[in-house]
């Protein structure tokens, strides 16, 4: 089965969203963009999650950034990944056409299915992929059960 990504759906409440956000931006600046840099439907960073049966696998696309630019917390059942942008469009001197890549701080959370092992989180960073292996604890795994047959 294709996966497809979510959208938004258009109509007449997408137009309104997009309306009212135009109207925020315009009196209050970008000062109160929601933290994950959720706009139309779209959260920084795009984040996959995997789980095995011992452990989660939590994959986020953060190009051109590098590990001292990022930080990664565990507490509890949730991943946070936070870190920082730097503009790479120098801002005089220069007519900008369309800015479409966000700079600036941004955080994302992740809420984990079952209980982690936080003590054994990997973190790598490699082609612009930030990937995350968290273990499970042994409580959450998942256990064999033999059946008997009754006489």
């Known amino acids: 089965m ?3 990504a979510w959208v938004p759906a258009a109509g007449p409440f997408a137009q309104l969203q997009r309306e ?3 109207v925020f931006d315009s009196v209050f600046g970008r000062h109160f963009q929601p933290v994950g840099r959720i706009r139309a ?3 920084y960073p795009p984040t996959n999650v995997r789980e095995t049966d011992d452990a989660y696998t939590v994959q ?3 190009p051109g ?3 001292a630019d990022l930080e990664v917390y565990v507490t509890g ?3 946070t990944v936070s870190g920082s942008r730097t503009s790479t469009v120098p801002e005089e001197e220069v007519t900008l056409h369309r800015r479409e890549r966000d700079a600036g701080r941004f955080s994302r959370a992740v809420t984990l299915p079952a209980p ?3 003590s054994g989180t990997e973190a790598t960073l490699a082609d612009g992929i930030l990937t995350v292996r968290i273990p499970k604890t042994e ?3 998942p256990k064999r059960v033999e059946v008997h047959v009754g006489d």
């Open 41 to 43: 439907g779209y959260v």
């Open 2 to 4: 294709a996966m497809k």
């Open 20 to 22: 009212m956000n135009r």
């Open 116 to 118: 982690v092992d936080s």
């Open 60 to 62: 986020c696309e953060v």
């Open 77 to 79: 059942d949730q991943l």
């Open 139 to 141: 409580e959450a795994k």
């Open 65 to 67: 950034l590098e590990m």
